[in-house]
């Protein structure tokens, strides 16, 4: 991950000019609350000037670009201080993880660059301690087992205005209740028939504080604990212990569990053991998508994607396939940074973070989504002519490739105009405009299908001195189009994928209506009878593409030697720096 003052120095000298200048730098880096609250903690050697972060996924889900933003926090501020960073799946939950889950998380994250060395822990490893730790608040007097059932419990919880009711079994002797959470662990009870809760206050203004639960029984296999459990710790009862145990110095959260900061600095509290510092910050929330796993997971179990790696799924896998660089996102992440209060950034940033990635390095090349056939009469029948083409007018090293020109050709059935309207500066009957690296064409005649109107080809002809770099070079015309060469290009496969729901926040529903009301009917579309030029032969799926005048492009794992599928990653039209730009305006 690239921060200002964490590239290496490769010689003394320039290590030694570096930390002279390190001051300089952070000052110039945008700090934020967490990191001000870091350097405090440095400033009185809290951790004794350690700084050690932790992402905790649970894995019962794939990662989405939510995830990305606490992953690159947390990675970014372990570089930028020289800590260390940790993975982590809480994985306390079997009925609802999988070893799924788990590989593509880790597949994920390794994708967006993020090294976490050899601290790859799951929260199953701690399961024995987890429960010695019970134990020791149960031979405290601070922990019961409770024989009600989980409607009861739910019942005698109170509300945000009354009290809660003491559980009936709140006050079993410390022996009963080792015994009986001994017996718990035996499988000797059902599955919901018992659960150990911590003994805080059935009064507390904080529902958190309520007596939690902190084990429950379910004879449920684990995807690495196997049989071996039958109860289970509560997410609350192992997530801060868990980063206690792995010596976490900053837990780093979002908004949400700022109301449970109380009770895990109770369990530490009670335990004695070493206490990290939570923070929380606002969740990232996108315009135009749904950020919940819950409506992720729903949407892919009724099919209305084709997979957590839809294309058009704010998951890292789907935005992988749609063809978004790692750099891209960890760029939209910093640019975004952290807030402490809740809100919904504009898919419009993340888009103009991708483009302004990909414009640095996607090779152009010319492809048409929808052929329109042109014959250039005057042009030789036999002649094929390679014509030089920059790949990437902003990285000259990139250099150039060959691209065949002859008499057929194909062009965007949108560059012609029977009836141009007023700007419309590229094809039209007697007009004349530019084949991009090659020559000045003009329309002399329309060919239309009898039946139906519809215009099937067009008939030019070409000014041989125009080709770029000889004579009439310079002779300007107002229009310049993409082109292939029919004997030459490859057929091709186009998906085109718009935002997956129609409303900016679908998850509003004040209006009554769910979710998936909103879902857009045109977030995809197939085109089968594309063309791309020939040097895209063999292109590996993964691989991107700038294709001239229509945008970002990516090709599909579903691509094959016998047909080449491409993704739209992203238009090259910039909503975002339109908005922008209104904005300095205004
Ligand atoms: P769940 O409802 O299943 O808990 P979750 O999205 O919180 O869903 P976790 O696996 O618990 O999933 O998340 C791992 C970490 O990612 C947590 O620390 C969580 O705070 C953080 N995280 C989740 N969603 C976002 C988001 N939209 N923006 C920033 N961080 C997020
Ligand atoms: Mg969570």
Redesign the pocket.
């Known amino acids: 991950m690239k921060l200002p003052n964490s590239e290496p120095g490769n010689n003394k000298k320039k290590n030694e000019k570096m930390s002279a200048n390190k001051s300089k730098i952070e000052s110039v880096r945008p700090s934020d609350f967490i990191r001000d609250i870091i350097d405090e903690d440095l400033r009185t050697n809290k951790y004794e000037g350690r700084v050690h972060t932790r992402?905790?996924?649970?894995p019962?889900?794939y990662l989405?670009?939510?995830?990305a933003?606490?992953i690159c926090l947390n990675y970014g501020i372990a570089v930028q201080y020289g800590g260390l960073f940790n993975l982590r799946f809480?994985d306390t939950n079997p009925s609802k993880e999988e070893v799924e889950y788990v590989e593509s998380i880790i597949e994920d994250i390794r994708w967006l660059g993020v090294d976490w060395d050899d601290r790859l822990f799951f929260a199953s490893d701690y399961f024995e301690q987890l429960y010695e730790f019970a134990v020791q608040l149960i031979k405290a007097g601070k922990a019961y087992v409770d024989d009600q059932t989980a409607d009861q419990i739910r019942e005698t919880r109170g509300t945000l205005t009354e009290p809660g009711k003491d559980s009936p079994y709140r006050n079993r002797s410390v022996e009963e209740n080792l015994d009986l959470f001994e017996r718990m662990r035996s499988g000797e009870f059902e599955d919901g028939s018992r659960v150990l809760r911590a003994k805080i206050d059935m009064a507390s203004g904080n529902l958190n504080m309520r007596d939690p639960v902190m084990y429950r029984i379910l004879h449920a296999e684990h995807h690495r604990t196997g049989d071996k459990w039958c109860i289970y710790p509560t997410y609350d009862f192992t997530h801060g212990q868990s980063d206690s145990i792995e010596g976490i110095t900053h837990s780093?959260?979002?908004l949400?569990?700022e109301d449970h900061r109380p009770l895990y600095d109770w369990y530490l509290n009670e335990l004695g053991i070493h206490h990290p510092q939570q923070i929380e910050?606002?969740?990232?929330?996108l315009t135009y998508t749904v950020?919940?796993?819950?409506k992720l997971l729903e949407l892919v179990k009724e099919g209305r994607v084709t997979g957590w790696d839809d294309p058009r799924m704010p998951t890292i896998s789907g935005l992988r396939r749609r063809g978004y660089t790692p750099e891209s996102i960890r760029i939209f992440c910093e640019r975004i940074g952290v807030a402490k209060r809740d809100s919904t950034v504009d898919i419009a940033l993340l888009e103009h973070c991708l483009r302004e990635d990909l414009n640095k390095c996607a090779p152009r090349v010319m492809a048409v989504l929808r052929p329109l056939r042109v014959v250039i009469d005057n042009y030789p029948k036999d002649l094929t002519e390679e014509l030089e083409a920059v790949n990437n007018p902003e990285d000259p090293s990139m250099g150039t490739r060959k691209v065949p020109f002859s008499r057929v050709l194909y062009i965007e059935q949108e560059d012609f105009r029977e009836d141009p309207p007023k700007k419309f500066f590229r094809l039209a009957p007697g007009r004349e405009v530019r084949l991009k690296h090659a020559y000045i064409i003009k329309c002399e005649r329309v060919v239309k299908d009898e039946k139906t109107g519809e215009v099937v080809e067009l008939h030019c002809s070409y000014d041989p001195g125009t080709k770029s770099g000889e004579a009439k070079a310079g002779r300007k015309v107002k229009g310049t189009l993409h082109w292939v060469s029919a004997a030459h290009a490859l057929e091709a496969e186009v998906r085109l994928y718009d935002h997956l729901f129609t409303k900016a926040n679908p998850t509003d529903e004040t209006d009554g209506l769910d979710f998936k009301s909103y879902l857009n009917p045109n977030s995809f579309e197939k085109l089968t009878s594309c063309r791309v030029e020939p040097s895209l032969k063999g292109a590996a799926p993964g691989n991107r593409y700038q294709f001239l005048r229509l945008g970002y492009f990516c090709v599909d794992p579903d691509s094959s030697d016998k047909k080449l599928v491409f993704n739209r990653t992203v238009s090259l039209h910039d909503t975002w720096a339109k908005i922008e730009k209104a904005q300095k305006k205004g």
């Open positions: 992402f905790p996924p649970e019962n889900g989405h670009i939510g995830h933003k606490s809480d780093i959260c979002t949400e569990f910050f606002a969740r990232l929330n950020m919940s796993k819950r």
